[in-house]
C-alpha cells in the first residue's frame, strides 16, 4: 500500500444525467468509469442513430477503448485501434460511434481524447469555460482533438453528447445550442449558486426546455469533480510476528482517513501500542449487536469476525433497514460514504475462526470475509487497498 497515493491522492467523482430520445427507450450513448490507485478513466461513446442498435456501437467501443487501457495501451494507442475501425464504419455496415475519453491522474492532471463528439468544458466554483479550438492531430486516417489541464480540489470536466450541444435545432436555436451557450448556462447555474453536482441534471432540463418539452436526440452529461477522497482505513487481526505490532499499528494511525479497528485483540494491540485506555461502548450480549469500544483517535473499534461477516451479509440493503446504534451499521456506512478504502488484515491464525461454534453461525474467517467485502465495494465503484501484515 503506498502512503503517497491514499494520503494525497484527488478523488474524482463521476456524476452522469443522461435520458434516451424517446420516452422509455433505450440510450444510445453509454458511460463506462474506471478507478485505480493511480487514476480515473471515464469514456463517453455516442452511438451513431438511436435505440438499440446506437446502444450496442456505443458499449462496444466504450468496453474496447476501456479494455485496451487496462492491457497497457496509452490513449492515444488505444483510440488509434478505435479510430481505425470508426474509419471502416464509414464506408461498411460496422458499427459507429463518437467518443471522448478522460483520464485524470491523482495528482489532477488530466488528458481528454475526443473523436467526432463536443470538445470538453472546464468548470470550477465560478466559471465554466470551454476551448473553441483544442489541439487536433490525424491519428491514421482520422483527426481527433486533446485538451490537457489540471484540476485542483473543486474543479471538474464536464463532457457531453451532441444531444446536449445540438439541442433546440430547429425550435429554439436555429443552428443548435452550441458549447458556448451550455457554458453560458452552466455559469448562471453557478452564479445562482447551484451545486456542481446538479449541474448535469440542471443541463438536462434545459435541453428539454428548449427541445420544445422532450429530448432531440440521446442526451448524456458527465461531469468529472476533483474533490478530496473520503478514506476509511480498516485494521483488523494482529500482525504475522508480534515484532511488528508496533510498526503496523504507526503506519495505521499515520493514514489519512477515519480510522476502523476490527477485533478484540487488534483493540488491545493498538491501545497498548498508543498508550491509551479502551472505554467499552456497547457490551451488549446480542448475538446481532458485536461489542464497541472507544479509543481516543479511533473512529470506530469493535469486534472483527463477526462485525466484517454482519457487514458482508447486510451490505445490499437499504440503509433505512440498518439497526440503530450499532457497530455494524456504522460500519456499513462508513464503507458506503467512502471513496477509498484501506484494509490492514493481520496474517496471525486466530484458532476461534475455527471453532465449530463459529461454523454453525456461518461466520466466514477473517481474511475470508474480508476479501468478499473487498468485491463488494469494488462492485459499486470504491478503491480498495490491501496490505497484510
Not at 269 to 282: Q, W
Not at 370 to 389: A, D, P, S
Amino acid at each position: 500500500m503506498k502512503k503517497d497515493s491514499t494520503n494525497t491522492r484527488k478523488y474524482i467523482e463521476t456524476i452522469v444525467a443522461q435520458s434516451a430520445k424517446k420516452v422509455g427507450g433505450v440510450c444510445g450513448d453509454y458511460v463506462v468509469v474506471e478507478r485505480t490507485s493511480e487514476a480515473t478513466t471515464a469514456v463517453l461513446a455516442d452511438g451513431i442513430g438511436t435505440g438499440i442498435k446506437a446502444r450496442v456501437a456505443a458499449v462496444m467501443y466504450a468496453s474496447r477503448l476501456m479494455e485496451l487501457t487496462r492491457m497497457g495501451f496509452t490513449l492515444r494507442e488505444g483510440c488509434d485501434k478505435i479510430i481505425g475501425t470508426m474509419h471502416e464504419a464509414r464506408t461498411s455496415d460496422v458499427p459507429f460511434a463518437a467518443f471522448s475519453v478522460c483520464r485524470v491522474l491523482n495528482s489532477g492532471h488530466a488528458t481528454i481524447l475526443s473523436y467526432e463528439i463536443p470538445s470538453p468544458i472546464l468548470v470550477d466554483k465560478r466559471l465554466a469555460a470551454y476551448l473553441p479550438k483544442p489541439r487536433s492531430y490525424a491519428l491514421g486516417l482520422e483527426m481527433i482533438s486533446e485538451t490537457n489541464c489540471t484540476l485542483d480540489y473543486g474543479d471538474g470536466i464536464l463532457l457531453v453528447s451532441d444531444g446536449v450541444s445540438q439541442a433546440g435545432l430547429g425550435h429554439a436555436y436555429r443552428m443548435g445550442w452550441g458549447l458556448s451557450l451550455v457554458s453560458d448556462f452552466v455559469n448562471g447555474c453557478l452564479i445562482q449558486g447551484t451545486d456542481l453536482t446538479s449541474v448535469p441534471e440542471k443541463i438536462l432540463e434545459r435541453v428539454k426546455a428548449i427541445s420544445g418539452s422532450t429530448y432531440g436526440d440521446d442526451t448524456t452529461c458527465l461531469l468529472l469533480l476533483c474533490r478530496e477522497a473520503r478514506v476509511v482505513n480498516i485494521l483488523t487481526g494482529p500482525p504475522s510476528k508480534k515484532a511488528r505490532d508496533a510498526d503496523v499499528v504507526r503506519e495505521f494511525m499515520e493514514m489519512k482517513g477515519t480510522r476502523v479497528v476490527c477485533g478484540s485483540t487488534t483493540t488491545e494491540i493498538v491501545a497498548r501500542h498508543l498508550k491509551l485506555e479502551v472505554a467499552p461502548i456497547n457490551t451488549s450480549n446480542d448475538y446481532h449487536t458485536p461489542p464497541s469500544y472507544h479509543i481516543e483517535g479511533i473512529g470506530l473499534a469493535t469486534e472483527g469476525a463477526v462485525t466484517l461477516n454482519q457487514v458482508y451479509n447486510i451490505f445490499d440493503e437499504k440503509e433505512d433497514k440498518l439497526e440503530p446504534n450499532s457497530p455494524v451499521s456504522e460500519l456499513y456506512r462508513l464503507l458506503h460514504r467512502s471513496d477509498t478504502v484501506n484494509f490492514f488484515l493481520g496474517s496471525a491464525s486466530n484458532p476461534a475462526h475455527n471453532a465449530i461454534a463459529f461454523k454453525q453461525m456461518g461466520i466466514l474467517p477473517r481474511e475470508a470475509v474480508t476479501l468478499l467485502l473487498v468485491e463488494k465495494l469494488r462492485k459499486i465503484g470504491k478503491l480498495v487497498n490491501i496490505e497484510y501484515c
